[in-house]
């Protein structure tokens, strides 16, 4: 059986001490839906066992039904919106996994991808351990239920001291839940509260929608327990220099949350300026490749001086193009998403703003909509640099030999996407936008560097665009 299979993209959500933890939760994923479209599920733990309800589709879909949450008992939950690419997404890998073990029941759920999985699976199943899934998650429950150590928290510190990668985690228990982000801190995690209630996510959106105070983040490194005590937090990990992850504020956090200390919104509307100013074009207009290329657009309009306009209308009701696993599926998703508004295009020089180009399928298609559309010009700008490495810490990006930019030139892609220009922001700008000083974010899928080695990169070969 293939075992590796990185969790990437995921969503992350817990409650501890409400007495409608489970439709809080329910609420709390609805908000997190764009970190996880794939497959959703809940575990909520009344005092004395744990119950699951768990599926493969969007969150409103798998709990659709009141009935469930009757099902769902008990004052703390813990939720998971998972996306994964083709291969494994099967129910058996649907999150949060529980298991029973010889200190009673636990469940866990995960954001992010460890770097070490296969190393450590093999050592285990050498040591008789079987495992059910084909996530790298499942290690995690393993070296904790085979841990030498006697409390709970030493033995999540013992797990979490043998893996290497990303994650943020959430632990529930019969009495307590525990969250946990690895001490780079890749992925974004908060800390809320509701009343009396502690409230764990990986966006800040989510507590925004059930009304929760933002108390924090949860610190790189750091390990939070929540019982009927109250909040105990420890760092008991190595420190490491931290290394949030850039492409966060490019594309996959919502532009409402606050996550590594500042507003995505804010963020990617610096990332338009800064793509203006180093970018310029004579145009008419400029306009956004909805959603994702929206506060970028207007950042990069007002410094420039253009109009902002909505040359192209989503169909709210579609997936993400990226979720569909086949080719020739996306190459039919942009359609069936985007369309062009004519008048506002006809006979104008049109800048288009999006965040990335990874295949450079998307770009391709709207180039070729918005002149369809009577566009006089189309010069595409992106608001991030070239992505030309993959992302081996929990985003979904596809093998070098996909990813258009670590082949191709920029003049390259301009001609295969059929641009009259391109221009990607620097680095230099991307970061300089980002601007919080000293902090050293990953921008692997950038530059190359990874802050955690991963088994060595093979040379990209060349993609064939024509
Ligand atoms: P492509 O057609 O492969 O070049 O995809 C580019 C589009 O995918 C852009 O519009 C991005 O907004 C979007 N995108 C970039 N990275 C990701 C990702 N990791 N998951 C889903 N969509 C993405």
Wanted: charged share 20%; glycine share 8%; aromatic share 8%.
């Amino acid at each position: 059986m293939k075992f590796y299979r990185p969790t990437e993209e995921c969503g992350i959500f817990g409650i501890f001490g409400h007495p409608e933890a489970a439709n809080l939760t329910y609420l709390g994923l609805y908000a997190l839906q764009h970190r996880g479209q794939e497959s959703c599920g809940i575990v909520s733990s009344d005092g004395r066992s744990l119950s699951a309800h768990k599926s493969m589709g969007l969150v409103a879909d798998v709990f659709g039904n009141q009935e469930i949450f009757r099902s769902l008992p008990g004052p703390a939950a813990i939720g998971h919106v998972r996306y994964s690419t083709t291969g494994d997404s099967v129910y058996k890998n649907v999150q949060p996994i529980m298991v029973d073990y010889s200190r009673g029941s636990i469940a866990v759920a995960h954001n992010g991808n460890l770097v070490n999985a296969q190393i450590i699976k093999d050592e285990l199943e050498a040591w008789g351990s079987i495992f059910q899934t084909t996530m790298d998650t499942e290690i995690i429950i393993h070296l904790l239920a085979t841990s030498k150590q006697n409390s709970l928290e030493d033995r999540i510190v013992d797990a979490l001291s043998r893996v290497k990668g990303a994650y943020c985690l959430l632990f529930l228990t019969e009495t307590r839940m525990v969250a946990a982000r690895d001490p780079h801190g890749f992925r974004p995690l908060c800390l809320g509260k509701l009343g009396d209630s502690w409230v764990v996510a990986s966006e800040s959106c989510a507590l925004d929608l059930i009304e929760a105070e933002f108390i924090r983040e949860i610190e790189p490194g750091e390990i939070v327990v929540i019982d009927k005590n109250g909040l105990t937090s420890l760092s008991p990990l190595k420190k490491v220099e931290p290394a949030p992850c850039i492409f966060e504020f490019v594309y996959f956090a919502r532009p409402d949350s606050y996550i590594f200390g500042q507003n995505v919104y804010e963020v990617r509307k610096e990332f338009g300026r800064q793509l203006a100013r180093e970018h310029h074009v004579e145009a008419d207009i400029v306009i956004p490749v909805p959603d994702s290329g929206v506060p970028a657009a207007l950042g990069y309009a007002q410094e420039a001086g253009l109009p902002f306009e909505l040359g192209l209308i989503r169909n709210h009701y579609v997936g993400r193009t990226f979720i569909e696993p086949q080719q020739s599926i996306r190459h039919f998703g942009v359609k069936i998403k985007l369309n062009p508004v004519r008048d506002i295009l006809k006979d104008k020089r049109v800048v288009v703003i999006d965040d990335s180009i990874v295949r450079g399928t998307t770009s391709r298609k709207i180039v070729k909509m918005v002149r369809n559309a009577g566009a006089k010009e189309v010069h595409v700008r992106i608001s991030s640099p070239p992505t030309s490495y993959p992302c081996y810490y929990g985003i979904d990006t596809p093998t070098r030999k996909e990813l258009i930019s670590s082949s191709h030139t920029i003049e390259e892609i301009r001609k295969y996407i059929t641009a009259d220009s391109l221009g990607y922001l620097s680095e230099e700008g991307l970061l300089q936008s980002v601007g919080t000083g000293s902090t050293p974010y990953c921008k692997a899928c950038f530059s190359g560097s990874y802050p955690i080695k991963f088994p060595k990169l093979a040379a990209a070969p060349q993609l064939d665009l024509f």
